[in-house]
């Protein structure tokens, strides 16, 4: 199958969780609920993450990367690349697992952005674009044995896929900051 597909594919449940989080800021009765996952702590004069990193968009945005798994297993349960997954609830899991791994790259990254310095929602080229793709990658790579090409295509689709919808989720009002 082709490489660009391949890693999509494999890179969906990741992508569409790490829209998730700032969609979350605007569902009804949800939206209040934003309490910051570093309890609003901070280290060294910085906050340890940063007011914008909550539970509900780390929750919020797994559960749907759980469900874009199980989509695919319902989409295309053959798919000989990915990892033995033979039931809706393994897809789930995986998707799960998928959606958790990107959006803790997410974190990682605002914990070494509130080190350096950067102010929440600062923009940060290319970190801000990538970190849920590496995150999706480490967590990938434990089950599966994906070539180079596979990394390099998987951060030029989701890359370039990133800035895309940032600029379509500041123009509905999701995001306060365009990247
Ligand atoms: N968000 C959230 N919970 C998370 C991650 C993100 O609620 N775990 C929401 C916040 O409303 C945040 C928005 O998604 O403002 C955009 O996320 P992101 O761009 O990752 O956050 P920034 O505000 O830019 O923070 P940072 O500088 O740490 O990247
Ligand atoms: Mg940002």
Request: charge should be positive; proline fraction near 6%; glycine fraction near 14%.
């Amino acid at each position: 199958m082709d490489v660009w597909f391949e890693v999509s594919w494999l890179l969906l449940p990741a992508g569409l969780a790490n829209m998730t989080p700032p969609l979350g800021t605007k569902i009804p009765f949800i939206r209040s609920w934003s309490t910051s996952i570093d309890g609003g702590r901070s280290w060294r004069g910085q906050p340890i993450l940063g007011s914008s990193k909550t539970w509900r968009g780390l929750i919020l945005g797994s559960l749907v990367g759980g469900l874009v798994g199980l989509g695919q297993f319902w989409l295309e349960p053959t798919v000989a690349w990915l990892p033995n997954i033979s039931s809706p609830l393994g897809a789930f899991l995986f998707g799960l697992g998928c959606g958790l791994a990107a959006l803790s790259g997410d974190l990682g990254k605002s914990f070494i952005k509130r080190r350096l310095g950067r102010a929440r929602g600062q923009t940060w080229v290319p970190f801000d674009q990538l970190d849920f793709i590496v995150g999706a990658y480490l967590f990938l790579s434990l089950s599966l044995d994906l070539t180079w090409t596979h990394y390099l295509a998987g951060l030029v689709v989701y890359g370039l896929a990133h800035p895309l919808f940032s600029v379509l989720g500041y123009a509905i009002g999701a995001k306060r900051d365009l990247f």
